[in-house]
T-cell receptor, first 113, second 112 residues
Framework: AQSVTQLGSHVSVSEGALVLLRCNYS??????LFWYVQYPNQGLQLLLK??????LVKGINGFEAEFKKSETSFHLTKPSAHMSDAAEYFC???????????FGAGTRLAVHP | ETGVTQSPTHLIKTRGQQVTLRCSSQ?????VSWYQQALGQGPQFIFQ???????GRGNFPPRFSGLQFPNYSSELNVNALELDDSALYLC???????????FGPGTRLTVT
């Protein structure tokens, strides 16, 4: 069975500070890993994904994540937070495809001036 | 290109009633997946439809059922509504079963 754990349901950073959102996964098969963002009253938007190959993946809006198999982690980072980054972020895993996504509980990111 | 659309946006139902939620997939996409997102939680996979057939189901009771039509739009039906069914229901379409999923804005269902 697959699962995702997001450490910290709420993260607060200052504008311009580093953003680090943590995600650990469990999977018995090589995983596909995803980060999604959800703005209030909207659906999910894909930020980035890891399937195979390069373990450091870059996404939209300056976000990136690194797949670390030994640590079963896929943490999301952004060097400098912007006010517009305030949203809910979800890490997800699937078993070698995109068809059934297993999501974490989410991390709400607040960015203050 | 039109994205994934869902209707209605909001819905209020009474416990025991039945509800139908609708999803129009993105042009050219033959696969639709449905997710339930309870307040404060991540989305949970309900089921997926591929070319009008169910292609996988999550841990949801049979009163959650679905349909996919020849134009690949889809419906989610929930019978005998319970208070815990109150959630945001998300639909996602993909080009094929193993392709990236594109999410709609969701339907917020409130059961009273």
């Amino acid at each position: 069975a697959q699962s995702v754990t997001q450490l910290g349901s709420h993260v607060s950073v200052s504008e311009g500070a580093l953003v680090l959102l943590r995600c650990n996964y469990s999977s018995s098969v090589p995983p596909y890993l995803f980060w999604y963002v959800q703005y209030p009253n909207q659906g999910l938007q894909l930020l980035l994904k890891y399937t195979t190959g390069a373990t450091l993946v870059k996404g939209i809006n300056g976000f990136e994540a690194e797949f670390k198999k030994s640590e079963t982690s896929f943490h999301l980072t952004k060097p400098s937070a912007h006010m517009s980054d305030a949203a809910e972020y979800f890490c997800a895993v699937s078993s070698g495809g995109y068809n059934k996504l297993i999501f974490g509980a989410g991390t709400r990111l607040a960015v203050h001036p | 290109e039109t994205g994934v659309t869902q209707s209605p946006t909001h819905l209020i139902k009474t416990r025991g009633q039945q509800v139908t939620l609708r999803c129009s997939s993105q042009s050219g996409h033959n696969t639709v997946s449905w997710y339930q997102q309870a307040l404060g939680q991540g989305p949970q996979f309900i089921f997926q439809y591929y070319r009008e057939e169910e292609n996988g189901r999550g841990n949801f009771p049979p009163r959650f059922s679905g349909l996919q039509f020849p134009n690949y739009s889809s419906e989610l039906n929930v019978n005998a509504l319970e208070l815990d069914d109150s959630a945001l229901y998300l639909c996602a379409s993909s080009l094929d079963r193993q392709d990236e999923q594109y999410f709609g804005p969701g339907t917020r269902l409130t059961v009273t």
